[in-house]
């Protein structure tokens, strides 16, 4: 396999399930993102809807008490207790409105109640002013406060299908019902209470009372069926009781027409007060379970930021392992890349080396020579070859052993390639015999380079593994002929060549000697050997 394509295959290996594992975590945090905005805005809920029940059930109420007081009784004292319970109003309101949601998260039908709401607290405002100025001293304001309150009620049911966990949403409907039955119940008591004290000719308010009922209905339904918490079961069996029951059928009495006696309509009162005052004591608990609900969703909506956060850390610290993973991974197959290519180039060029004097061995000369010729075939009419060995080569391996023989061939191959042509090719061509290529050259000056090199030789000393120096002395042999395109063998120079280096040896060695030329074939010459007939072609 390619070191390319096993450098993808690892890139695969590694990314793939990474991307697999970032696309997880995308989802798990979008997932826990949007579970975190619900537990927002489910607290916002929980904020407003407590705050928005005890106005509706506390602070309104109180300020209509207070309010009704004063007109009954101006005084001081009544002033300051009306003052106070507009401070308390108001600074609900300011907190209810604070902790609404952003206007863009409502939806239409919420936006409209809440202006409606805000209609319903500028007209107490516009009463206030005008109580302050004398102008309710013959007249009930009670209608105004009761308007606000009943829209401050439908704010709090209007809350409650933007509700998305499902203990707020019970305890949520838990608090519409027992706010419905309260203020049913209140209209009841007072709708009953002021026919009651008017004489016999006094019109029934048919239209009130059943409104009443309607709303005490629609708040035991909530609590009924929407509701299983211990404050429900405890508004059921409330009602549940004796005197509550007897209540409930002077109440049905009253309605169907009848005037109860005096010491009736004491018990009726007394049991409706009761009644109102329990109710209005659960209300304060409903909306304060509900702020500690919120409480809770306060705490569940920052464990989940946390863990949000804790996954975009540990996806920030995965991409980082995995990068810095990757990156050695490449690192790592680029080194063995380029060790493998360094490896090949050293087993190519021990192929093609001799490992001792760090020249062309045999089957690298033939390559490289190919080339050689090849690219001379129109710059150069002349090519020639020059062989040569040491003299008494085999007396230096017997005195000094083969350590210093080596010593010897590594210098004197030094020596030759210094002083032969940059572009002539050296090869060894075995054991202490060298063979040099010259392209361009004619046998005089093959011999004339041959001359240097064996003047450089003779006066090179060489060091030996044992600290001695040693001169040595070589036998050159050249021969020459013409470089032709068609013909790519030069074996008959060598061997021309080894001829001229036996002739140096007999002369006495240390000499160069130039073998005969060899002559350019002519065209005759040429079809004969292409026909297989005349002299080898090699000689």
Known sequence: MKFETIKRVILAAIMLPFVFMIIEGIVVIRSSVKQYRDLEKDRQFADVLARGGSIAATEILSEIGATRRYLAHPSDRTAIDMQRSRVTLDDERRAFYASLPSRDTLDAGLADELATLSLAYSRIVATRSAVDQGRYAHSDPGSIYWFAALKQLAIVDALSPLISDPVLLDKSNQLMGIL??????????????????????????????????????EGMEHMVFHSSAPTARDIVAYLAHASQVKANAITDSILAGSRPTHAVRDIWAAAQNERMAFL???????????????????????????????????????????????????????????????????????????????????????????????????????????????????????????DAGDAVLRHVASVARENFRSFDLLVRHGGEEFLALLPDSTPDDAATVAECVRLAIEAAEIPLPGGDLIKVTASFGCAGRANEAFNRNFEDLVKRADLALYAAKASGRNCVVSGPTVPVMTQEDRRKTASGGGFDSRI
């Not at 008591?189 to 308010?205: E, K």
């Not at 020579?369 to 003299?391: C, K, M, P, Y």
Request: with cysteine.
């Open 180 to 217: 419905l039955t309260y203020y049913g119940e209140r209209l009841i008591t007072i709708v009953g209470t002021r026919y009651l004290d008017q004489g016999l000719s006094a019109r029934f308010p048919v239209e009130l009372f059943v409104q009443g009922k309607v709303m005490i209905g």
């Open 280 to 402: 209005q004591q659960k209300i304060v608990e409903a909306a304060r379970d509900i702020h500690e609900t919120g409480e809770s969703l306060s705490t569940r909506s920052h464990i989940h930021l946390t863990l949000i956060l804790s996954l975009c850390a540990g996806l920030l610290i995965l991409a980082t392992l995995v990068t810095l993973l990757a990156a050695r991974g490449l690192r790592l197959i680029d080194r063995l890349t380029r060790d493998r290519e360094m490896l090949v180039g050293e087993l190519r060029n021990a192929a093609q080396t001799d490992l001792l004097t760090g020249l062309y061995n045999r089957r690298g000369f033939e390559v490289a020579a190919s080339a050689l010729l090849t690219q001379a075939e129109h710059g150069s009419r002349w090519i020639s070859v020059v062989l040569f060995d040491l003299d008494h080569f085999k007396k230096i391996n017997d005195i000094n052993g083969h």
